[in-house]
């Protein structure tokens, strides 16, 4: 039992919640700040994790990594807002997600296996991080937070980032710039009466929500591999889901909601797998567990949605469902 | 009307293109994202070795041992229902890796030239793939492809799926016209109809048409209750139908994961049987008959729109319920009775679906990106619409197979359905509206 | 009077002796129906005219096709000898020419205050680079709000600043948007139908505020549909009808002419509102 609450609760300051986290502080952007349709969030994931990787493996140092991969995310935030933007809020729902299925196909594909690792992916993109790694090695933290010299490095930076996007994004809502954005959100002819141009503003948002989601990518990939399999739409839909859970109009939300889905999911997983091991939970095998996973956080949202709407931080004068 | 009515009408039109595309993603790559991917925490170990035992598509073999050794290291995996197994290893180098030929099942064996023991190397990827090919048991005469006729066959083949599919898409486009629901948990009544056809044909052994009385019924009834217990109540609450879609998302989900718990992973074929040489494309018998019954159960239904008072109701209601409530149609009633329909068409869709493919756990998911697709591209709220969609993708999807490569045909679809709503968004039926 | 604004007869597509906004075969259809056929029109300068007819006769969509928000089938129009046709809706507040909606458009999410500052000009806060350092911005800023504040004081909307749009009664959500829309400074302002669904005892008010807006120089256009109470603030009257433009005139002759009175079959045009509307909008 205590190591399953360490396992749980050793998720609260993960990497991957990090990342989690940063990628869904770039959909509040696009979705619970200007209500921009994206789902597509895996892509810009996906574009950050291989530009960064192709990048250092050709020999790039760390910071020209990181700024192609910004570039490579405003031009992929072009490409889909130029055509959709001006439409109907749907199209780019569209593109979004067509967006990260051809990615997604064009990284695993065989044929370019030399260039962007195939349907295995890339590894050894982040020596020269690892090599800023300012601690020296050995064990850090205690119980469930405990670490190698590495695996703080990674969250230091990681959680770092996180706060740093949180920072900016809720400067800028809080500006009159945020103010034209929430304004889009709700009724963009209101909006564009007033004189503003309402497709520029969204493509600005785009450009932003989208470079979070690469920053995002990248954070995510720094202690692993990058492998085509991760960038699917489960991965979009628990982005959606952890800013759904802590409130799609905030910048806490998406923190907060990462660390509770992630504690959430790993304390279920333990529970339940301790319970098929002792004999307890009887109908169920230890490889179906993955599966009823699942079905719990279909549940939850369901629920979410229906009874808390804004969340756990949002204000329900502020809800952005206006659908 | 009004320009702000017709964008309050277009919105929900946002919710089933989004879906479709949603649901291309998780239909592309089949299997492996049926489970989604779980990125493992692992931060020491990165590398794995992994494959696939099975002998042929539908039948993955289950408990055989795999070992490695290798680079300091000794491990173990056995491969579990769908056949995949996987081993984590501490470090690039190169790795001896044994299939264990006791653990195959009775008559298992290798495919001739290859060995159940292989050397792998991990250099620059951190996962390898060792294969170990065995022979197929499935009999090839399951799916016969004529080299011959293979334009006709496809043709058959488009027009089969596509009328398969009609009914399936009717019933979405009946519940977005009346109650404004995207509803992505639609597949699931699909898949209720082809799993529970699984049940009381092949292991309860009951009469085929027996079955699928059976089958149809149980899914009308969820349709019931699935708007009796959960959306009559969220309508009533005037919940919004973006916040209906995202709920729909959640118990597509939920049904899912459930139907995989109690089904299992693996695939499950319906029937063999004769088979049929219509114009020299052989066809399973079954398939025809199928095909026959849709035809005539579409037709039926076009009758209950066009000629039945009930029908008349129903379009009025899709078509503006504000309004067919103020001529004194019962909406409720009416909802509940769509309903039923849907469910009843679509569980019959999901019967001869299964047996048109096979039944699994996510066979209704992965051909909801088509619905969504024909609903689309046939005009939105039109039930006649989403047949002729239905019928487009249909041929599509199976004439497409000429020119790409199989594993692409729904992305294929996917395009043209693009490309459509770029330059008609009203589908092909649907009415001109402003929808700027 | 209708010679201190006509050039002529008063009539309809009549020229006007200092017209702001000229406009021509402007034509709108929907599939089979014509909802708009404005051979030409006219509005002058400074003054308030409003543009009445029965439902459906294509007030609103006109509306909609000047400033922008739709798009016609053919026709041309200037806005201060500029060409206005073709040019985003966007854009065409930004020259000055500033509308109200029917169904208002109150952005519910935001409070009555953030409402107000959006209408505000040129913000140097707006701008996505500029947003992120307050000192850009901040000075402007509280222009801004002072601004904002004397507009919602004289509109009698300050008390509800800081609430959100959404708790704000349907004729305060008019009221909201008349005095947003007073924020960008416009040349011309146009209201589509505001007094639609306001509290009768609110209407008298909402008729002063529009004659304010004249004695500032604003140019007004107001759509409504019902005469009567249009007739003691307008100084010209423009009569649609199933698209076209069947009269045009002060509000006493317009209200005589035997076409105008066709149109509006069975409406009250012989019973008085004037002051003591008990008689409600609609």
């Known amino acids: 039992m205590d190591q399953i609450l360490a396992n749980a609760l050793g998720e609260l300051i993960t990497p991957m919640t990090a990342a989690y986290a940063l990628a869904a502080i770039g959909l509040a952007m696009h979705f619970g700040f200007t209500g921009l349709l994206n789902f597509g969030q895996a892509a810009y994931m996906l574009v950050g994790a291989y530009a960064f990787a192709m990048a250092t493996l050709a020999g790039l140092g760390l910071v020209p990594a990181i700024l192609i991969s910004f570039a490579a995310s405003i031009v992929l935030s072009l490409i889909l807002g130029i055509p959709t933007l001006r439409l109907r809020s749907d199209y780019l729902a569209i593109v979004t997600i067509a967006a990260a299925e051809i990615l997604r196909f064009i990284v695993s594909t065989t044929g370019l296996n030399d260039v962007t690792g195939g349907p295995q992916g890339l590894s050894g993109f982040a020596r020269e991080f690892y090599a800023l790694n300012p601690f020296p090695a050995g064990e850090y933290g205690f119980w469930a937070w405990s670490m190698d010299e590495k695996g703080l490095w990674v969250r230091v930076v990681a959680w770092s980032l996180v706060i740093l996007a949180a920072l900016f994004v809720a400067k800028m809502i809080r500006s009159p710039w945020g103010r034209v954005i929430k304004g889009i959100r709700e009724d963009e002819d209101a909006v564009r009466s007033l004189g503003k141009n309402v497709y520029s503003y969204k493509m600005q948002s785009l450009i932003i929500g989208g470079v979070l989601g690469t920053l995002a990518g990248i954070v995510f990939v720094l202690p692993r591999a990058v492998q085509p399999g991760n960038f699917g739409t489960g991965l979009t839909f628990f982005i959606w889901t952890i800013l759904l859970l802590g409130g799609a109009a905030t910048v806490l939300g998406p923190i907060i909601g990462s660390m509770i889905f992630w504690v959430l999911l790993s304390l279920t997983d333990g529970l339940l797998s301790a319970g098929v091991d002792s004999g307890i939970i009887t109908f169920i095998q230890q490889d179906q567990i993955g599966g009823i996973r699942f079905m719990l956080v279909g549940l939850g949202l369901m629920l979410l949605v229906i009874f808390r709407p804004q969340g756990i931080f949002g204000n329900k004068k502020e809800l952005y469902f206006n659908g | ?436 | 009077m209708a010679d201190q604004i006509a050039k002529g007869k008063a009539e309809p597509g009549c020229a006007k002796l200092d017209p702001i906004l000229i406009a021509d075969n402007v034509v709108r259809q929907f599939g089979g129906l014509t909802a708009v056929d404005v051979a030409h029109v006219e509005i002058p300068r400074g003054q308030i005219t409003a543009l009445i007819g029965p439902n459906g006769a294509g007030k609103t969509t006109f509306f909609n096709l000047l400033t922008g928000f739709d798009k016609p089938n053919s026709g041309s129009w200037t806005f201060n000898g500029k060409k206005l046709s073709g040019v985003a809706s966007y854009k065409v507040a930004r020259l000055g020419m500033v509308r109200t909606f029917q169904l208002t458009k109150a952005l519910s999410l935001l409070t009555v205050m953030e409402n107000m500052r959006l209408g505000y000009q040129n913000q140097k806060g707006e701008n996505p680079l500029a947003a992120m350092f307050k000192s850009i911005w901040r000075k402007q800023e509280s222009v801004v709000t002072e601004t904002a504040n004397e507009l919602l004081t004289r509109f009698k909307l300050d008390a509800k600043k800081d609430d959100f749009a959404a708790s704000l009664s349907g004729g305060q959500r008019k009221l909201l948007e008349m005095a947003r829309a007073l924020m960008t400074k416009p040349t011309m302002i146009m209201l589509d139908e505001p007094m639609a669904g306001v509290n009768p005892a609110l209407t008298q008010s909402l008729l002063d505020h529009i004659k304010d807006l004249k004695k500032e120089g604003m140019t007004v256009l107001f759509v409504e549909h019902d005469m009567h109470m249009v007739r003691h603030i307008s100084d010209w009257v423009i009569v649609m009808a199933e698209g076209k433009i069947v009269a045009e005139g002060p509000p006493k002759e317009v209200m005589k002419n035997p076409a105008v009175i066709d149109a509006y079959l069975g409406a009250h045009h012989d019973s008085d509102l004037g002051s003591n509307s008990k008689k409600g909008s609609k």
Request: charged letters at 15%.
């Open chain 2, 1 to 436: 009307m009004n320009q702000l009515t017709v964008r309050a009408l277009a919105r929900p039109a946002k919710w089933i293109s989004a879906g479709l595309m949603l649901l291309s993603i998780m239909f592309q790559g089949g299997a492996a994202l049926a489970v989604a991917p779980e990125p493992t925490q692992d931060i020491t170990s990165q590398y794995s070795i992994q494959g696939t035992i099975r002998q042929g598509a539908a039948n993955p073999v289950k408990g055989a041992v795999i070992s490695v050794v290798g680079e300091g290291f000794e491990g173990s995996a056995t491969t579990n229902a769908r056949g995949k197994w996987e081993i984590s290893v501490p470090t690039r180098g190169t790795y001896t890796v044994t299939l264990d030929l006791s653990t195959l099942p009775e008559g298992a064996k290798l495919k001739p030239g290859f060995e159940n023991v292989r050397m792998v190397t991990i250099d620059k990827v951190n996962t390898v793939v060792a294969l170990f090919p065995l022979e197929s048991i499935e009999d090839p005469n399951v799916k016969p492809t004529p080299t011959t006729n293979v334009l006709l066959s496809r043709i058959f083949a488009g027009l089969n799926f596509g009328i398969l599919l009609a009914m399936a898409a009717i019933g979405l486009s009946l519940i977005y016209g009346t109650t404004g629901l995207s509803n992505f948990a639609h597949g699931e009544m699909v898949t209720i109809g082809a799993l529970t056809m699984f049940t009381f044909n092949r292991v309860m052994g009951l009469d085929i048409i027996v079955s699928t009385l059976l089958a149809t019924l149980i899914v009308t009834a969820f349709g019931y209750v699935q708007d009796a217990a959960l959306w009559r109540p969220l309508r009533k609450k005037r919940i919004g139908i973006t916040q209906m879609m995202i709920v729909s998302i959640g118990l597509s989900i939920f049904v899912r994961y459930f139907l995989q718990l109690v089904y299992g992973g693996e695939t499950k074929v319906l029937s063999q049987g004769a088979t049929w040489n219509i114009f020299g494309v052989l066809m399973p018998a079954v398939n025809v008959i199928c095909a026959g019954i849709a035809i005539i159960a579409l037709l039926g239904f076009a009758w209950f729109l066009t000629r039945t008072r009930i029908g008349k109701a129903t379009r009025a209601v899709s078509d503006n319920a504000a309004l067919a409530a103020s001529t004194g149609i019962d909406v409720e009633r009416i909802i509940r009775i769509v309903w039923v329909v849907a469910a009843a068409l679509t569980g019959l869709s999901g019967v001869f679906i299964g047996l048109y493919f096979q039944a699994s756990w996510d066979t209704g998911f992965s051909i909801l990106l088509l619905l969504f697709a024909a609903v689309t591209l046939g005009g939105l709220g039109t039930a006649f619409g989403a047949a002729v969609g239905a019928l487009i993708v249909g041929m599509f999807v199976e004439l497409s197979t000429l020119v790409i490569p199989p594993d692409l045909k729904f992305a294929g679809a996917l395009i043209v359905l693009i490309l459509v709503l770029l330059f008609r968004p009203q589908g092909v039926l649907g009415r001109k509206q402003r929808i700027g």
